[in-house]
Nanobody, 116 residues
Framework: QVQLVESGGGLVQPGQSLRLSCAASRFTFSRYTMSWYRQAPGKERELVASITSAGGSTNYANSVKGRFTISRDNAKNMAYLQMNSLKPDDTAVYYC?????????WGQGTQVTVSS
């Protein structure tokens, strides 16, 4: 059974940092584009960042450019989202997604709350 397990969420103050991790198992991780999405209460899920299978190309939402960095380690089947200079508007459940051709796998999400 395919698994994507996010971790690293929590409660932080504005301006602080968090690093989210996504552990993948039971599929060929290195073939998949990895993405991070987030969903705030009452809002639609939105793409935050994505990285291609070999890590050669990344893409970011305008709202997080310059603050967030997506990365991956294909040897460890891991994806990461480094989040710096966090703002209250970054509060959401963060999900990782693996995509290859028409196949998508989602994790269960991890809560990030930015509040003073």
């Amino acid at each position: 059974q395919v698994q994507l397990v996010e971790s690293g969420g929590g409660l932080v103050q504005p301006g602080q940092s968090l690093r989210l991790s996504c552990a993948a198992s039971r599929f060929t991780f290195s073939r998949y584009t990895m993405s991070w999405y987030r969903q705030a209460p009452g809002k639609e899920r939105e793409l935050v960042a994505s990285i291609t299978s070999a890590g050669g190309s990344t893409n970011y939402a305008n709202s997080v450019k310059g603050r967030f960095t997506i990365s991956r380690d294909n040897a460890k089947n891991m994806a990461y989202l480094q989040m710096n200079s966090l703002k209250p508007d970054d509060t959401a459940v963060y999900y990782c997604k693996a995509s290859f051709l028409r196949v998508d796998y989602w994790g269960q999400g991890t809560q990030v709350t930015v509040s003073s």
